[in-house]
């Protein structure tokens, strides 16, 4: 909880205007934050992160398709390996 405060608060300071609210629900061993952001205009550092995102969509795709060929070349890898049967 200290955490939550700590980030509570440091949000306080990036955005002395907005509201902040925050709360807790224990739902097991991890801790989870979610943070809306709301009637935002014009932002740099969220124009950058859209930005950044945009970018990586190739990368993001390259990557789910190589996770998608894996399991096949292991496949197909063990197709000259004689069964003990």
């Known amino acids: 909880m200290d955490l939550v405060k700590e980030l ?3 949000l306080k ?3 002395p205007n907005a509201i902040i609210r925050s709360g807790d629900y224990q739902a097991g ?3 989870g934050i979610t943070l809306i952001l709301s009637e935002l205009s014009d932002v ?3 124009r950058e992160f859209y930005n950044k995102a945009t970018g990586l969509m190739p990368v993001i795709k390259q990557r789910q398709g190589e996770a998608r060929a894996k399991p ?3 496949d ?3 197709n000259n390996i004689p069964t003990v049967l």
Request: charged share 40%; proline share 0%; aromatic share 6%.
């Open 13 to 15: 300071d990036l955005a």
């Open 72 to 74: 096949e070349c292991i």
């Open 29 to 31: 061993k991890t801790l």
């Open 8 to 10: 509570g608060d440091w």
């Open 44 to 46: 740099k550092k969220v």
């Open 76 to 78: 197909e890898g063990g």
